[in-house]
């Protein structure tokens, strides 16, 4: 299994401001995923991020937004940009370890923008 | 296109009742897998089961027991004699092998009341 960890655990921001995300696993893996859950709503995917090479965004989500660094085979960060109230959600990081068939979460970082 | 179909969104029940979350999914490839994960109040999601496209087979595990159907492109899961921690929101989720993108369904929020 993958034992991941996220910073900050929860935040409360300012509109305009940006928070940037730190996501750090105990392995090594190829790609690392990022993805948005909004208050009482589903996971959503917002990047498959790629060591070495830029972020694949997902229909909706834009670099701009939520630029991704991923440095090394085992961290990156996600920040979210230019912030508003409805960047309001949980962000949550994950790996596939291993084979692709399992997935692992990150414990999310619940995030408030006033 | 992949979907994962959710239809139940809150379940209510009282304490020892045995408790069916529904899940429907779709899906063009010929492989593929599908997940079942808890996600408590904590916000951490937990993952309870994978299983994979070749393998009809049920599963139990103590009181959680799933039923894959590729017949009717369904895999429900069975709470027996349900418990207080049970109650979170569940979610249904489904991965392809070329991509490594997961879909997520809606979720299910089960209350199970004392």
């Known amino acids: 299994s993958a034992v991941i960890s996220q910073k900050p655990s929860r935040d409360i921001c300012q509109r305009g401001t940006s928070l940037t995300i730190q996501c750090q696993v105990d392995s090594q893996v190829t790609m690392m995923f990022w993805y948005r859950q909004q208050p009482g709503q589903s996971l959503t995917l917002i990047a498959t991020?790629?060591?070495?090479?830029?972020?694949?965004?997902e229909s909706g989500f834009v670099i701009d937004k939520f630029p991704i660094s991923r440095p090394n085979l085992t961290f990156s960060t996600l920040t979210v940009s230019n912030m508003s109230p409805e960047d309001s959600s949980i962000y949550l990081c994950?790996?596939?370890?291993?084979?692709?068939?399992?997935?692992?979460f990150g414990p999310g970082t619940r995030l408030t923008v006033l | 296109a992949q979907k994962v179909t959710q239809a139940q969104t809150e379940i209510s029940v009282v304490e020892k009742e045995d408790v069916t979350l529904d899940c429907v999914y779709e899906t063009r490839d010929t492989t593929y897998y599908l997940f079942w994960y808890k996600q408590p109040p904590s916000g951490e999601l937990v993952f309870l089961i994978r299983r994979n496209s070749f393998d009809e087979q049920n599963e139990i595990s103590g009181r959680y027991s799933w039923n894959f159907q590729k017949s009717t492109s369904s895999f429900n899961f069975t709470i027996t004699a349900s418990q207080v921690v049970d109650s979170a929101v569940y979610f249904c989720?489904?991965?392809?092998?070329?991509?490594?993108?997961?879909?997520f369904g809606a979720g299910t929020r089960l209350f199970v009341k004392a």
């Open positions: 994950s790996v596939h370890l291993g084979h692709w068939d399992t997935q692992y």
């Open positions: 991020a790629n060591q070495g090479s830029e972020a694949t965004y």
């Open positions: 989720a489904l991965t392809n092998t070329g991509g490594f993108k997961t879909i």
